[in-house]
């Protein structure tokens, strides 16, 4: 899945901005009722500003944090401005404000097009099989169909991606003439072409034409020219979802400019989903068409969509939602289906940003609906369809001195809010992956426009976002995991998601299941699914990944005919990979908590003690002396990956001093402007070492603040999320940064992706410092790493109530409140050197920088420990021992 557009231009929207948030200042002494709806942060907002210091005063707790909140007021949202109009447009704005004037677009009934004369006849160099085409009816594609007369049909070459591609139409006699028109679609269009001419035996040039991104491509010639024989040569097309083919529906034998049919561009302000709705408040009487184009970026907004699920199925609507309005006027909610018969479809639910709306048709939508005519909109809006994460459904929140970071923190809850959704026939991933089991259900999608399907290694990240922000649509997860285990094969692989009727074959993503099953049981002790499920975990980790285990005790990918398997990035490495058994290790030991909890211990040894197996197996084969790092793969060229490194680290493969050098050598070999590359070369694809993933950023994050490096993990954030909050679309999550910090797969990027939602357990987990230890939070640790950050407050939802904590490094010391739900208990973990420590817990010395005062106090993992922390309100202070 390398990305088409290496070095694409990324609109920046603002640059980033670092204040303190102290109380009194407006941005928090405002009431949670009162800040709800309005001045939320946003990309557009961004300024520049001094880093915190460690005299700024944290807010009230429980106040503040709701301005930073994303999600729209109402499932109705409306669009926050128009960015463009072309063509006859009157008022094109009057279309924000309902109930007022109407924007009306006008075009004028076009000319009948130029036809060559009878007996003309054309041959290609090439001509694609027929088949049955998008809308299931025979379809041939013959070089004929350029020159029929009938829009509808096109010649289409047989060399995807390879040129030149020649079409030859010849005359029955010279004919002189000035030029010409091809006419594509939006399927893609000839981008590069020349165009000679045959007169006294020999080709003559003609014209010349060079990045051509239009339809209707008027060629004029330089001066008339008499010719018997037309010779058009492609060298370059669009490269679409359809595929890099020369398609070319009509060549006229005059130059024919286009008129620029009207449209409006409308900018909602931010990505959201769910189903357009447009206003009109009357039409003239020939039916004209509408069409809308979505997207969630502006660089890749034309006259086609971004991604459509209909493109990606193989259908005719050529990118975009069609409507013929009526002359009463409608008032049409887009849903998926064709208005007339097998005419004028519109694809339903859509995840985007901008919207363009156009008085067009498509020709082979007539006579339903005709590109011409008027049509007078009175609003667009759309009907949210995402979980709607008003301040009201938060039940954990975050807020700290540092407001970049609390916008990414919410940015990140926005992006999980929006792929959190009810899974439905219509707008689900058209590739085989509607699954009745599923039908109705709330479940964690990847993003609002693709993938609309579940993947259980984007629950690794996402499900923990969901836990954390509002734990009552923990059933999202739940519903999905169970799904994956209902759908196990014999041989106990687990598949990755729906798609392809569950058969999607990735070698990782059963390991995800494991872990994300023990996540699911931490954070909500739903002991009734680890029962149900247990024998799944038990097949996965005791049959399948035994299957392709080698003699070293490593998985090693090719056994048992895993050799085409995938992972989360189709990644084409085969053998042992340092990602797969450190995953492995890190699933085996989840499984083995999950294990004991239930009572089967005998399994809890048996996977602890494989565990410990694999690891040493790991630092003994694939452990890189000379870089100091974990080597991507045993196999092949030299390389070294974030995602393995990372999690070897999280998953305690890596002891203090390789975790050390291996977080030195990504700092050296992979650090970009916009986070940090997945790779540290190009070995395994051109631009592997300029890519991004949050996905895999997550755990280099994560290992950073827990390897003690709290001011690289802060600074690793602030690029990678700082760099998609300043570029457009803004606030939400990319799927995947491209070379330069372009959209890694162009206008196919998903830019609001659940699996880059990291940033949020990370800075809840580790910069505030609290995490659940067992199930159902019944025991639980704060330890925080405040880095740069003077103070950081937060709550975390528990099936007993909230945990909350807040922390301050203002003054000499540090100071740490928790308040503590009935029925659980933990521990806090103070910052600081212990022998330079003194802490107290109000006048009560614990800890005078040489030994405990109680037995409940002690030094565990280099930080002043305080145990057996019960229900109730707990504060310490950590300042320097006398």
């Not at 000035?178 to 399927?187: A, F, K, L």
């Amino acid at each position: 899945m390398t990305s088409n557009h290496a070095h694409a231009n990324v609109p920046e929207i603002g640059p980033a901005r670092r204040t303190v948030l102290a109380a009194g200042t407006a941005a928090v002494a405002l009431s949670a009722t009162g800040i709800a709806g309005a001045g939320r942060a946003s990309a557009a907002t961004a300024g520049t500003a001094p880093r915190p210091h460690p005299g700024a005063v944290p807010p009230r707790p429980g106040t503040g944090w709701q301005r930073y909140v994303q999600a729209p007021a109402s499932r109705t949202v409306r669009p926050v401005r128009t960015t463009a109009s072309t063509g006859d447009v009157l008022r094109p704005e009057a279309l924000l404000k309902p109930g007022g004037p109407a924007t009306v677009l006008r075009r004028a009934e076009p000319s009948p097009a130029p036809r060559w004369p009878e007996g003309t006849t054309a041959e290609a160099s090439s001509t694609h099989p027929g088949n049955n085409g998008g809308d299931g009816q025979p379809r041939t594609y013959d070089a004929s169909h350029a020159i029929d007369g009938d829009p509808q049909t096109f010649w289409n070459d047989d060399t995807q991606g390879a040129f030149p591609d020649v079409l030859t139409v010849t005359l029955p006699a010279e004919r002189e003439l000035s030029g010409i028109t091809i006419v594509s679609n939006s399927d893609g269009v000839p981008t590069d072409f020349t165009v000679d001419v045959w007169h006294e035996n020999a080709w003559k040039r003609a014209a010349t034409r060079s990045d051509n991104d239009v339809i209707q491509c008027a060629v004029p010639f330089t001066a008339p020219l008499p010719a018997t024989r037309v010779r058009i040569t492609v060298s370059g097309v669009q490269d679409t979802p359809s595929g890099a083919f020369t398609r070319i529906n009509e060549v006229w034998p005059e130059a024919v400019e286009a008129d620029e049919p009207p449209s409006v561009t409308v900018d909602f302000g931010k990505v959201v989903v769910g189903y357009p709705r447009v206003r009109f408040a009357g039409a003239s009487d020939n039916s004209p068409g509408v069409r809308l184009a979505f997207s969630e970026t502006k660089q890749f907004l034309t006259g086609r969509s971004d991604f459509t699920r209909n493109d990606q199925a193989g259908g005719t609507s050529k990118g975009t939602d069609q409507f013929a309005v009526p002359a009463r006027g409608a008032d049409w909610l887009d849903h998926k289906g064709f208005q007339a018969g097998d005419k004028v479809f519109a694809d339903g639910l859509h995840g985007f940003r901008y919207l363009k709306i156009t008085l067009d048709a498509l020709s082979s939508d007539a006579p339903a609906a005709q590109p011409w005519g008027t049509v007078e909109v009175d609003s667009v809006s759309l009907e949210f369809s995402a979980y709607l994460g008003a301040p009201s459904t938060y039940r954990g929140w975050f807020l700290c001195s540092d407001d970049e970071l609390n916008r990414f923190w919410y940015g990140a809850s926005y992006t999980n809010e929006l792929v959190t959704d009810t899974f439905r026939r219509d707008d689900v991933d058209p590739r085989a992956a509607w699954s009745a089991s599923l039908e109705g259900k709330l479940v964690l999608h990847d993003g609002p426009k693709r993938d609309r399907d579940p993947y259980v290694g984007d629950l690794a990240v996402s499900a923990r976002t969901l836990y954390l922000t509002h734990d009552d649509a923990g059933a999202a997860a739940r519903n999905v995991l169970a799904d994956l285990a209902e759908h196990q094969r014999a041989d106990g692989w687990i598949p990755p998601a729906s798609i392809n009727n569950y058969t999607l074959p990735l070698f990782d993503y059963p390991l995800w299941w494991v872990t994300c099953s023990w996540d699911y049981v931490l954070y909500t002790g739903d002991r009734a699914y680890a029962t149900r499920y247990y024998p799944n975990l038990v097949k996965v980790l005791d049959t399948w990944y035994p299957s392709v285990t080698d003699d070293a005790g490593l998985l090693s990918k090719g056994l048992n005919g895993t050799g085409g398997y995938g992972d989360y990035a189709f990644l084409n490495r085969t053998g042992r990979i340092t990602y797969y058994n450190v995953n492995y290790v890190q699933a085996l030991r989840d499984a083995a908590r999950l294990a004991r909890w239930l009572g089967h211990t005998d399994d809890a040894d048996r996977w602890n003690e494989r565990a410990g197996q694999v690891a040493e197996a790991v630092n003994a084969h694939l452990w890189d002396e000379k870089a100091g790092a974990y080597l991507d793969s045993s196999t092949g060229p030299v390389r070294h990956a974030q995602d393995g490194n990372a999690i070897a680290i999280t998953a305690g493969v890596a002891d203090a001093g390789r975790a050390a050098t291996a977080l030195a050598h990504l700092d050296a070999t992979t650090r970009q402007q916009y986070g940090n590359a997945f790779m540290d070369n190009d070995t395994i694809f051109d631009g592997a070492s300029q890519r991004v993933y949050a996905f895999t950023s997550y755990p280099e994050i994560v290992a950073r603040f827990e390897a003690g490096r709290a001011d690289s993990a802060l600074d690793q954030i602030r690029r990678t999320y700082g760099w998609m909050d300043r570029h457009d679309p803004g606030i939400t999550h990319w799927e995947g940064i491209g070379p330069g910090g372009s959209l890694y797969e162009g206008a196919y990027t998903s830019m609001a992706h659940g699996w880059s939602t990291g940033v949020l357990p990370a800075l809840t987990h580790q910069l505030l410092g609290a995490l659940p230890l067992s199930p159902g939070y019944a025991t639980w640790q704060v330890r925080p790493h405040p880095g740069d950050v003077a103070w950081a407050q937060g709550q975390l939802p528990t099936p007993h109530g909230p945990l909350a904590v807040e922390w301050n490094t203002a003054g000499p010391g540090f100071t740490l409140t928790v308040r503590v739900p009935r029925g659980t208990r933990g521990s806090v973990a103070l910052p600081g050197e212990p022998t330079r420590l003194l802490v107290r817990q109000g006048r009560r010395v614990l800890w005078d920088g040489r030994r405990p005062a109680s037995q409940a106090t002690r030094v565990e993992a280099g930080r002043v420990t305080v145990t057996l922390l019960g229900e109730g309100t707990h504060t310490f202070t950590a300042v320097p021992a006398p």
